[in-house]
């Protein structure tokens, strides 16, 4: 357990390389770094370094103390710093009394009735995505990571701006992409030229945001200067004012806020969609109870929100996916004075990492925990367990603010494709993780989509 109790001594730390530490073995191979050590020690150890001060930690009565018990001592760790040259101080990199106000205004675009009222057009970008591999059955590999990214920028695009979205839906894609691989490089390689510099690669970064600026801003703009009512993500976050001050977002924070749903919004959801494709492949007999759910409740029919409590097995499909294989396989803080936890020194200045890859597969927390088996989430299941055994989506105040989004967007998507896909992965193919900001297929997610019927 968590304790106050003072004490000089920090945790203990595994192999160490001669000059870089622990910290070596632990950047050349994140997950096999920590599937070899977390069974070692007692749900925390330090990744000796010297760069970066890292404490490992991953009983779940340790991150429920970090991410909700004292909280108000960890703020976002380095990760989060590289992305806000991205997103600005958007809700995902925002801190404190900022980070508050950011949140109540937002929250209430996520409430179950604005949930319902996008729930057709989420069907619709499911429709299209339907569409697009029909062209692509039966003729040679699909990237199936490439399409879902696609698919989930979609949705977030549509729901964002309730307008056709499709004249600049590409260039956000790429420019997006850019922005994103350059922060995973900066958070990877401490030995990259400062984003000041003009070198090549920030060039390349800096073009690629201030393209994504202005179309994010020329929409605002447009939106200021239009008399009609948008019944969408940015239109509420336009209308919305503080309850205390009575104030509205900024254009600067709207931008920011835009920019974050953009980037959160569209590549976790997109990654548990691939990773849930290759499980289906690996375990038929769940594939066929899903179908068997999805063709008995729907038949064919374009699913509702009121169908949603009824594909309890889809979102049992989902959350096993994200146990396995979950996008936010790292949740990041930093301590902001000195803490203990477990008996040890947590000094000021720590970054603190929780792992949810290993977290998830812990077999002191789960049975047959490399095993594919929903049940697992049924509900009197999930009531068993430890909150913080299973957190793809974070935990605490922090939880992040769309999981209801990415719940709704994934179980209508997958009850769809099911009844016209099965997916099979390309002989000789095995997708290696790739631990990123988000964890990857390395070289994508190659499937033939084989067309049912």
């Avoid at 703009?221 to 205390?244: F, I, N, P, V, Y």
Wanted: hydrophobic share 40%.
């Amino acid at each position: 357990m968590p304790t106050a109790t003072a004490t000089k001594h920090l945790p203990p730390s595994p192999k160490e390389h001669w000059l870089l530490g622990s910290a070596f073995y632990f950047v050349k191979d994140s997950i096999g770094f920590l599937m070899e050590n977390c069974p070692k020690y007692d749900g925390i150890f330090r990744v000796s370094s010297p760069f970066e001060k890292i404490v490992i930690v991953y009983h779940p009565e340790y991150i429920k103390y970090v991410l909700q018990d004292n909280n108000r001592n960890y703020v976002k760790s380095f990760g989060y710093e590289v992305l806000k040259m991205l997103l600005g101080n958007g809700l995902l990199t925002s801190e404190g009394d900022f980070w508050m106000q950011q949140r109540r205004l937002i929250q209430p675009a996520f409430h179950r009735e604005k949930l319902m009222s996008l729930t057709k057009r989420m069907t619709d970008c499911v429709d299209d995505l339907i569409a697009e591999l029909d062209k692509k059955s039966g003729k040679g590999p699909v990237n199936m990571q490439k399409e879902m990214m696609a698919f989930a920028l979609d949705i977030v695009a549509r729901s964002l701006f309730s307008s056709d979205v499709k004249s600049f839906i590409d260039e956000v894609g790429e420019n997006m992409d850019i922005a994103n691989e350059s922060a995973i490089d900066r958070i990877r390689n401490p030995f990259r030229p400062p984003q000041w510099m003009p070198v090549p690669s920030n060039i390349r970064e800096k073009r690629a945001i201030a393209k994504l600026d202005a179309i994010v801003l020329r929409i605002i703009e447009q939106r200021r200067q239009s008399t009609e009512s948008h019944a969408d993500l940015l239109g509420m976050m336009m209308a919305a004012q503080d309850e205390q001050t009575g104030e509205r977002m900024s254009d600067r924070q709207l931008r920011d806020e835009v920019m974050t749903l953009f980037l959160a919004g569209h590549e976790t959801t997109a990654l548990a969609l691939t990773w849930l494709c290759y499980c289906l492949y690996n375990n038929p007999a769940v594939e066929e109870k899903l179908l068997s759910e999805a063709t008995q409740i729907l038949n064919g029919r374009t699913p509702e929100f009121s169908d949603m409590p009824r594909l309890d097995y889809t979102r049992q499909v989902i959350e096993e996916t994200m146990r396995l294989y979950p996008p936010a396989w790292m949740v990041g803080r930093k301590a902001l004075a000195d803490d203990s936890i477990g008996g040890f020194l947590i000094p000021k200045g720590y970054s603190i990492l929780m792992p949810a890859f290993y977290v998830h597969r812990d077999p002191q927390l789960w049975n047959a925990p490399e095993q594919f088996l929903p049940e697992r989430f049924e509900k009197e299941q999930v009531k068993k367990r430890d909150r913080f055994a299973y957190f793809p989506f974070g935990g605490g105040q922090r939880l992040c603010v769309g999981n209801s989004f990415a719940m709704l967007e994934m179980q209508l998507a997958v009850s769809m494709l099911i009844q016209k896909f099965h997916f099979r992965l390309v002989d000789g193919f095995t997708p290696a993780l790739d631990p990123l900001i988000t964890l990857r297929p390395k070289g994508g997610m190659m499937m033939q989509v084989e067309r049912r019927g």
